[in-house]
């Protein structure tokens, strides 16, 4: 069974850094992309990063380009996203999202990406 268990989140003051890890199991990580989706309260959830399964290619959401660094290692079968220069738009559930094996990175497609974890709340304090 393929879980998905993120960490790393919290509350955290305006220009602060978090940095969110995302352990998956039950599956090689070898073969799949992996991104990063966010939720905020009646939100639409949109994604924010994603990193191709052989690190040829990632993509970041416009709106944290410059602030946010995705990241993975397969010997852990971790992939990380180090958040800095927090807004507090930034405020949301984070999710670890999880395609079929082979997909590309990019494009991010919730159609494609559409395994998620169980998210971690980031707060983002003014």
């Known amino acids: 069974q393929v879980q998905l268990v993120e960490s790393g989140g919290g509350l955290v003051d305006a220009g602060g850094s978090l940095r969110l890890s995302c352990e998956v199991s039950?599956?090689?990580?070898?073969?799949?992309?992996i991104g990063w989706a966010r939720q905020a309260p009646g939100k639409e959830r949109e994604g924010i990063s994603c990193?191709?399964?052989?690190?040829?290619?990632?993509y970041y959401l416009d709106s944290v380009k410059g602030r946010f660094t995705i990241s993975r290692d397969n010997a852990k079968s971790t992939v990380y996203l180090q958040m800095n220069s927090l807004k507090p738009k930034d405020t949301a559930v984070y999710y670890c999202v999880l395609p079929l094996p082979l997909e590309r990175c990019p494009p991010f497609s919730h159609d494609v990406f559409n395994r998620w974890g169980q998210g971690t709340q980031v707060n983002v304090s003014s």
């Open positions: 039950g599956l090689r990580l070898h073969y799949y992309a």
């Open positions: 990193i191709s399964y052989d690190y040829s290619g990632s």
